[in-house]
């Protein structure tokens, strides 16, 4: 074994040695193969040059000095890198996120991509937590972003963040600045007040879906790929299958709506777990009433709060 051969193989030992106790201070992956392939490199082109000339004095432990230095420092920096690095970068992060800066009467929109240009496709309550990513834009491996500092990270001017979540029903794309870290699983709330709440909420949505929709901006609540985020179960198929003669939301053909509000209702808003939830509002002038009943669905997961029927007086669906 020559001299140069014999330090490269120290070198690239060392290098993998280092490679298995980093990963427990939080070191990357991707920053582990860098630092071996470095040394792999290193050691190829020793070989080469062996072949060719007789080093000279001092030149192979000057080579082996310099190339330990800079995987020495690449290792450091790697190690020492910011945590948050990784969910900055590259897609990855906190294993649950939750919903942050929405008004406690609003909603935070899922839509079909990573833009508000995007239709929306569903939402999350202002409370969600436990929420999951699966990737963001703009996408930057932390290999790449771990060598820039953060001057040379402003210099992209790159676009705002976008996050793909999850809650495990509902999947779509939503602005990240709306989004943190969960704190930790906040406890059912199944008070009364807040199921009530749930509801008025629930109806609210149903109706701006609706008029989204109408506009080609969301897909139609009462459509196959989203009715059940409205309504239950087992009535939701034959409510996406069913062919309307009026607006199943506003009992009419033609619409010109104003002083549009939805309320609990004043009489009974709840008994026996059923909640009952006004829609009011006038249409051409003319004042209308839609009844909404709602329970908690056992048959879809952690038994969300959905539609179970609406009424328009003379008629109801279903």
Known sequence: MSFPNCWSRVLIATTLISCLSLPAAGMAQSSIWMMTTLALRHAARLRRSDRNRVPEKGTCMRRFLKTGICTAHLSLFA???????????????????????????????????????????????????????????????????????????????????????????????????????????????????????????????????????????????????????????????????TQWQADPLYNAQDMDISNFRVMPDPDQPMLRGMITVRAEFSNFRQPQTVMFNLRADPVQPNAPMRIMRISHGEWSIP
């Open 79 to 241: 190690a020492l890198a910011p945590v948050q690095a990784t969910a900055q970068f590259d897609g990855h992060g906190p294993d649950a996120w939750q919903v942050t800066g929405i008004a406690s009467d609003d909603w935070l929109n899922l839509r079909m991509g990573p833009s508000a240009d995007y239709p929306i496709i569903g939402s999350f309550s202002s409370d969600a937590t436990g929420l999951t990513m699966t990737t963001c834009v703009p996408f930057m491996s932390e290999s790449q972003g771990i060598m820039l500092s953060q001057a040379e990270r402003n210099l992209l001017d790159l676009p705002p963040r976008w996050r793909l979540m999850s809650n495990g029903q509902s999947h779509g794309w939503v602005a990240a600045r709306f989004l943190m870290e969960a704190t930790g699983q906040a406890p059912p709330d199944q008070t009364s007040d807040r199921m009530i709440a749930d509801a008025v909420s629930l109806v609210r949505r149903l109706y701006a879906r609706h008029e989204q929709s109408t506009r080609g901006e969301a897909l139609a609540p009462l459509g196959a790929s989203r009715v059940r985020d409205f309504f239950m179960a087992d009535i939701a198929n034959d409510l996406a299958q």
